[in-house]
Nanobody, 123 residues
Framework: QVQLVESGGGLVQPGGSLRLSCTNSGDTFTSYGMAWFRQPPGKGRSGIAVISWVDGDTYYADSVKGRFTISGDGAKNTLYLQMNSLQPEDTAVYYC????????????????WGQGTQVTVSS
């Protein structure tokens, strides 16, 4: 079975940085691309960054654009999220996800998900 696992979360002060990682601990698979989602306390889950392995194109939600950078290795289904200039509004559970089919315009279905890692930004 495919099993994505996130790591790197924790407590950080406003203005600080964290680097999240996502790796596959289960069966090997091929993905079209991968993404990071987050779910703040009491709110729904939303996508914040996506990367396509086909051409390396990326997408960022306006809330994180210019502060977060998504990267990874499609051959290994390994994903990273560099988060800089963190603010309390970034506090959330962060999830990685993989899309095996992908498609145009980053309107993808995600078949595999990690369990999430907590990021708390507080002074």
């Amino acid at each position: 079975q495919v099993q994505l696992v996130e790591s790197g979360g924790g407590l950080v002060q406003p203005g600080g940085s964290l680097r999240l990682s996502c790796t596959n601990s289960g069966d090997t698979f091929t993905s079209y691309g991968m993404a990071w989602f987050r779910q703040p306390p009491g709110k729904g889950r939303s996508g914040i960054a996506v990367i396509s392995w086909v051409d390396g194109d990326t997408y960022y939600a306006d809330s994180v654009k210019g502060r977060f950078t998504i990267s990874g290795d499609g051959a290994k289904n390994t994903l990273y999220l560099q988060m800089n200039s963190l603010q309390p509004e970034d506090t959330a559970v962060y999830y990685c996800a993989a899309s095996t089919l992908g498609g145009p315009g980053f309107r993808w279905q995600y078949e595999y998900w990690g369990q999430g890692t907590q990021v708390t930004v507080s002074s």
